[in-house]
């Protein structure tokens, strides 16, 4: 039996296959003149997409990175959070830059809304767990997902029904009780603090209302019939999957590709590649164990430095680590990745750099599947590169990379090819035409 292709249109996909912060949005900024519509599927104001061009710094939390083409549609799909404040944020920003969003942005009637009262309770939760905390970024994604799933906040949507705001105060009272039981381990709000967030929720809210939001689920659908290419932007992760990362230190959205057609309201079957973004060495924010992370402390600073390795969002230093190729296997194979591009490879501040290849259990065997708990990992097998430190090259010409600049990337090449995919494009500086394709 063959699938009828209902539609002439495709859907491609952008995922990170790391940790985030691979630099997604600079691969979709880069790509967006191909697409007539760009869509977040996942996520909310916790991700932070970077766009460089000609040497101007732009961060996107919510809003898709195709915002910067006028003919490109943006939409911000059903699997989003939307937190109107922040969304108020970027509205003003892209304004500021003579951007106007208002005609080539659509919200989902469907995307999920988050109240003024999350971001505190995501805050308090995390004083909650203590040292235990999962080091989210503090803007109220997991109790906003939680509430969505257990049915209780409102939708984008709603926010145009007559009874909104009674509905609203309902849940708000609800919200507040639970807020309250935070003061017991030490976390309180001061009515000041809480009022001034509520009117600015309030304040914000009455500006979104003047965007498009619709069913963009129809909206792609008509796209995909008339015969148009999406680009679906992923935000945070596959390692950060909430149902195949390291949980609990994992953000709470679908972040892999079945994500895709759960936060968009696209036929799977419209899906019809997977670009996965990876750094050339990794990085970790939050809490949770990073395996990767090198030993070598002042060697992590040199990355952190040269790699301007601290949070968009949070401004937190990231972790550094050595590429993971066993989690980039598990990756891959989750998220039906092709087509790999590779951030970065003008950062290597060491004279030897490591690919993990694989993880030992305790009997000292070699994993044959990722962990459950990274706890049962005893060891890590490695392989050794010479680093191409500050060796200069032509960011458009890979024949004039360093030789060992070339074998690191064979290698890697190589290996992943075993998983079913190739390094499609090399990322060689910040800037948005800061790539080159790679040989195949
Ligand atoms: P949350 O998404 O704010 O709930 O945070 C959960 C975990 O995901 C934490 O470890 C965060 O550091 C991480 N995280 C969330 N968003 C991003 C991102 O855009 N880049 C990198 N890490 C992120
Ligand atoms: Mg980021």
């Given at each position: 039996m063959s699938l009828t292709k209902r539609v002439k249109g495709f859907v491609k996909v952008i995922l990170g296959l790391q940790y985030g912060d691979e630099g997604k949005g600079k691969i979709v900024d880069s790509t967006a003149s191909k697409y007539q519509v760009i869509a977040r599927f996942n996520g909310g104001n916790n991700a932070g997409h970077t766009i460089e061009e000609n040497g101007k710094k732009h961060v996107l939390h919510l809003i898709p990175s195709g915002i910067f083409h006028s003919e490109i549609k943006n939409v911000i799909g059903n699997g989003v959070i939307v937190n109107p404040v922040a969304f108020d944020e970027?509205?003003?920003?892209?304004?500021?830059?003579?951007?106007?969003?208002?005609?080539?942005?659509?919200?989902?009637?469907?995307?999920?809304?988050?109240?003024?009262?999350?971001?505190?309770?995501?805050?308090?939760?995390?004083?909650?767990?203590?040292?235990?905390?999962?080091?989210t970024t503090g803007?109220?994604?997991?109790?906003?997902?939680k509430d969505a799933r257990a049915r209780k906040s409102p939708l984008v949507g709603n926010i145009f029904s007559a009874n909104f705001e009674e509905r609203l105060e309902k849940f708000e009272s609800e919200q507040m009780v639970e807020l309250e039981?935070?003061?017991?381990?030490?976390?309180?709000?001061?009515?000041?603090?809480?009022?001034?967030?509520?009117?600015?929720?309030?304040?914000?809210?009455?500006?979104?209302?003047?965007?498009n939001i619709c069913d963009t689920s129809y909206l792609l659908r008509k796209e995909l019939e008339k015969g148009s290419h999406v680009l679906a932007e992923g935000a945070q992760s596959v390692m950060l999957d909430i149902h195949f990362g390291d949980y609990p230190n994992v953000t709470s959205?679908?972040?892999?590709?079945?994500?895709?057609?759960?936060?968009?309201?696209?036929?799977?079957?419209?899906?019809?590649?997977?670009?996965?973004?990876?750094?050339?060495?990794?990085?970790?924010?939050?809490?949770?164990?990073?395996?990767a992370r090198m030993e070598d402390l002042e060697i992590e600073k040199a990355f952190q430095k040269e790699g301007n390795e601290k949070g968009s969002t949070t401004g937190r230093p990231r972790e550094c680590g050595h590429f993971d190729l066993f989690a980039l296997d598990y990756a891959i194979f989750l998220s039906d990745t092709?087509?790999?591009?590779?951030?970065?490879?003008?950062?290597?501040?060491?004279?030897?750099i490591k690919?993990?290849?694989?993880?030992?259990?305790?009997?000292?065997?070699?994993?044959?599947?990722?962990?459950?708990?990274?706890?049962?990992?005893?060891?890590?097998?490695?392989?050794?590169?010479?680093?191409?430190?500050?060796?200069?090259?032509?960011?458009?010409?890979?024949?004039?990379?360093?030789?060992?600049?070339?074998?690191?990337?064979?290698?890697?090449?190589?290996?992943?090819?075993?998983?079913?995919?190739?390094?499609?494009?090399?990322?060689?500086?910040?800037?948005?035409?800061?790539?080159?394709?790679?040989?195949v």
């Open positions: 970027e509205i003003t920003y892209l304004f500021n830059q003579g951007i106007n969003p208002k005609n080539n942005l659509y919200i989902s009637n469907r995307a999920k809304l988050m109240t003024w009262v999350h971001p505190f309770l995501d805050k308090a939760g995390e004083v909650r767990c203590g040292k235990d905390k999962i080091g803007r109220g994604i997991g109790p906003g997902y039981t935070y003061k017991q381990f030490g976390y309180e709000v001061s009515v000041e603090d809480m009022c001034i967030a509520k009117a600015q929720w309030f304040k914000s809210l009455e500006k979104m209302k003047e965007f959205s679908d972040t892999n590709t079945s994500g895709v057609s759960v936060g968009l309201g696209v036929p799977i079957s419209s899906i019809i590649s997977v670009g996965g973004v990876i750094k050339s060495y990794s990085t970790k924010v939050g809490g949770g164990k990073f395996i092709t087509k790999v591009y590779m951030n970065k490879v003008d950062i290597c501040p060491a004279k030897k690919v993990i290849t694989g993880y030992k259990d305790k009997d000292g065997k070699l994993m044959e599947s990722y962990p459950f708990d990274l706890n049962d990992v005893t060891e890590l097998v490695t392989k050794e590169f010479d680093g191409w430190g500050d060796k200069e090259f032509d960011p458009h010409d890979i024949k004039t990379f360093p030789i060992e600049l070339l074998n690191y990337l064979n290698f890697i090449d190589s290996e992943i090819s075993k998983f079913g995919a190739r390094l499609a494009y090399i990322g060689t500086g910040p800037d948005r035409n800061d790539y080159v394709k790679w040989k």
